[in-house]
């Protein structure tokens, strides 16, 4: 499925794995420079204040321009309590924070690239957090394992050569997906519906279907 448009937000770049995992969500849905955001690298750290290349800085305002066609990926270290940043836990309240301070008010999907977000109940309060600061959200979903993500570097004559991002969760998922496919979603995700009537661009379908109880 496609949504009108994309946009990313690093949390953590100076961790390598981190990093290469945003490079190739954004190379994968092609998010230009103007919805591509990070934080700094940190003190003490090679390339201390400076920004990872294809990246502006995430600032207030910076979600702005987001509304319920925006499908906004974060991307981060996760535990099933919140976003694990430089040894600090950042819980949904702390999230919903972040998101309002950068100017968030509407977002057609929330898309954790994160391990384990998904196995306890950090978006079912992410949901109650943002609506206690008035910001509209149609779905969210997130990993209920532990999450790799993969490069697939695909040539054609058309395009010539693209990266992919997919992931994977866990050793079973890993092995299906480089032997066959991925494993269903209701293993690998966990999907809640928000705060906002959002109909998904291509319908309902299996994913986005009446399965989902609204929060």
Request: proline fraction near 6%; glycine fraction near 12%.
């Amino acid at each position: 499925m496609k949504w009108k448009e994309a946009a990313i937000i690093l949390l953590d770049p100076a961790d390598r794995v981190i990093r290469n995992a945003a490079y190739a969500w954004r190379e994968r849905y092609q998010i230009p420079l103007e919805r591509s955001f990070s934080l700094r690298y940190p003190d003490a750290r090679p390339l201390a204040g400076h920004l990872p290349l294809g990246f502006q800085a995430l600032t207030p305002g910076s979600l702005s321009f987001s509304g319920l066609g925006t499908k906004l990926i974060i991307v981060s270290h996760g535990l099933p309590e919140g976003l694990a940043l430089h040894r600090t836990l950042l819980d949904s309240g702390g999230v919903a924070k972040l998101l309002a301070v950068c100017g968030l008010k509407e977002v057609g999907l929330l898309a954790f690239k994160g391990c384990l977000l998904g196995k306890g109940a950090f978006l079912d309060r992410l949901v109650a957090h943002l609506s206690s600061r008035n910001i509209g959200v149609g779905w969210l979903v997130g990993y209920k394992d532990e999450s790799r993500t993969r490069t697939l570097i695909l040539d054609s004559p058309e395009t010539g050569p693209r990266t992919y991002g997919y992931e994977a969760i866990g050793l079973q998922d890993l092995v299906v997906r480089d032997a066959v496919h991925k494993l269903p979603d209701d293993k690998r995700v966990k999907i809640v519906k928000g705060n906002r009537f959002v109909v998904p661009p291509r319908g309902p379908g299996r994913r986005y279907g009446a399965g989902a109880t609204w929060v």
